[in-house]
């Protein structure tokens, strides 16, 4: 993930540097405090002869000293000013750097303006200006996943069975990550049952039993054409009379447009009254993604997101900015078509490959 993200960053972040060097030069000499023990106290009077020697321009009166335990010494620092006009031009190649790789514009415009606050109108050391930026970037990077996560492992303790809806749009990986839940869920000594509430699409209930038999978890299905919300009660029904920790729900891709399935998706909420409402989107399809999950929160209100396909997300724009735009958070991410991969997001992670 990131690759491109990763790499237009670096040049941006050089790029910002290079024409922050032209801006003109202004020299400040600035006071440092120092610990003045009786062991440190030599070094620190030769130090400040040093920085009085190169510091030559200083009139020897004006130099204050401070008695007791601290001594100042004076350096000379090379600054440079930022104004908002040079803050426009140094920041569009950062801003064409996170548009071109699928970062909305939301969190575009957070990044600017936390940048701004801590770059135009101030003096800037001039060696530390790349130091300045890339802690600003992430520092805005972990407040973009301030929302409260969900622990779907802690949540399992109070409730049984956890019952989760997984809803998306056709294709988004619903059903592979409904599998690789499961999977995830019986590593951590969790039982679950599948449900195959996507009555709609033909192969749908077969994709969902190879899983099942795959995993050794059992299916619960009815034909297809049949009322999704009455194969969803049933299958809640099973795992309450078997003592199933979780209830995985498939159910049929859809577009906010399409009516009566998301009619059809509103009354499967109703009739099992899920305890998380998940929605599976690609991470590929970048800010569509944001989109598809606002319209289904509008319906469903949904409880996390799980973000598929960001192994193939060269990118990444789309797990940058979704939490941030719908005060959701991403609960996995799923990275390859094998059970195994799926892992917790972290932000952390996040940050490392971004190789800021
Ligand atoms: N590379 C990759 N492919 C994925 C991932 N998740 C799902 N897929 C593939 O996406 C396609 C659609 O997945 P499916 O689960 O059937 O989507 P659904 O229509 O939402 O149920 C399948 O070919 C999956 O193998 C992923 O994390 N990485
Ligand atoms: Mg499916």
């Known amino acids: 993930m990131f690759k491109f993200l990763k790499e237009k960053l670096k040049n941006a972040i050089s790029s910002i540097t290079k024409k922050v060097e032209n801006i003109p030069i202004e020299e400040k000499v600035q006071e440092v405090i120092i610990e003045k023990t009786p062991e440190k106290k030599e070094k620190v009077v030769k130090e400040k002869q040093k920085k009085k020697a190169e510091v030559k321009e200083i009139p020897e009166k004006e130099i ?21 006009n040079d803050f426009e031009e140094i920041f569009y190649d950062l801003e064409v750097a996170l548009l071109e790789n699928n970062t909305a514009v939301e969190v575009i415009e957070k990044i600017k303006r936390d940048l701004k606050e801590v770059l135009v109108d101030k003096p800037i050391e001039r060696k530390k200006i790349k130091t300045i930026i ?48 499961a999977n995830f869920l019986k590593k951590n000594n969790l039982t679950s049952v599948l449900i195959a509430a996507d009555t709609f699409r033909a192969g749908s209930i ?17 034909d297809y054409g049949s009322d999704p919300a009455a194969v969803a009660f049933d299958g809640k029904k099973y795992a309450e009379a078997h003592k199933i920790d979780v209830v995985l729900i498939d159910t049929a891709g859809r577009q906010h447009s399409n ?20 929605f599976v989107g690609e991470s590929i399809v970048g800010n569509d993604a944001i989109t598809q ?13 799980i973000l598929t396909k960001s192994d193939i997300d060269e990118k990444g724009g789309a797990s940058l900015s979704i939490s941030y735009v719908t005060k959701k958070p991403i609960i996995f991410l799923t990275t390859g078509q094998e059970l195994k991969d799926i892992e917790y997001f972290d932000k952390e992670k996040i940050i490392k490959n971004l190789g800021i």
């Not at 010494?73 to 908002?84: A, D, G, L, Y």
């Not at 622990?151 to 019952?163: A, Q, R, S, V």
């Not at 606002?294 to 997101?305: Q, T, Y």
Request: overall charge positive; aromatic content about 6%; charged content about 35%.
């Open 64 to 84: 204050k000293e401070k008695k007791g335990f601290f001594e100042k010494i004076r350096e000379k620092v090379q600054t440079t000013s930022i104004n908002e």
């Open 259 to 278: 009516v009566n399935l998301i009619e059809e998706m509103k009354k499967i909420v109703r009739v099992v009254k899920p305890d998380l409402k998940i």
């Open 293 to 305: 999950s606002e319209e289904f929160d509008n319906a469903i209100e949904l409880d996390g997101i």
């Open 134 to 181: 890339q802690d600003s970037l992430r520092n805005t990077i972990e407040d973009l996943f301030k929302v409260q996560g969900v622990d779907i492992i802690k949540l399992t303790k109070t409730k049984k069975p956890l019952t989760i809806l997984f809803v998306g749009v056709n294709g988004s990986g619903k059903t592979s990550t409904i599998a690789k839940v």
């Open 206 to 222: 077969q994709q969902l039993e190879e899983w099942g038999s795959r995993l050794n978890i059992k299916v619960i299905k009815h």
